[in-house]
């Protein structure tokens, strides 16, 4: 599966719980995570998204930034399956 598709699943699976699944480019940090989720009674979570097939590579700042998101105690992954961003948001 293509990163662009799986974006796509994600952002479809998150609007049906109610939620919203941003996509943030911020200016001056790179490695943010693709998509911050947000789901009903303030859950958030942060997911960096890899295609399932060929090229997966996990780039240094993208490393860094899920490693800082869950010591701030926010729930944050590496996920290649819409399964796997499901149980980021359990």
């Known amino acids: 599966m293509l990163e662009s598709e799986l974006e796509r699943d994600v952002v479809a699976w998150v609007e049906s719980q109610g939620g919203r699944a ?40 993208q490393e860094k930034f899920v490693t800082w998101l869950k010591s701030m105690g926010f729930p944050s992954a590496f996920c290649s399956t819409l399964d796997e961003v499901k149980e980021l948001c359990k």
């Open 22 to 61: 941003l996509k943030l480019k911020l200016d001056n940090e790179r490695g943010f995570p693709d998509r911050v989720i947000i789901l009903p009674d303030g859950f958030i979570a942060f997911a960096e998204l890899k295609r399932s097939k060929g090229s997966t590579k996990k780039y240094k700042q």
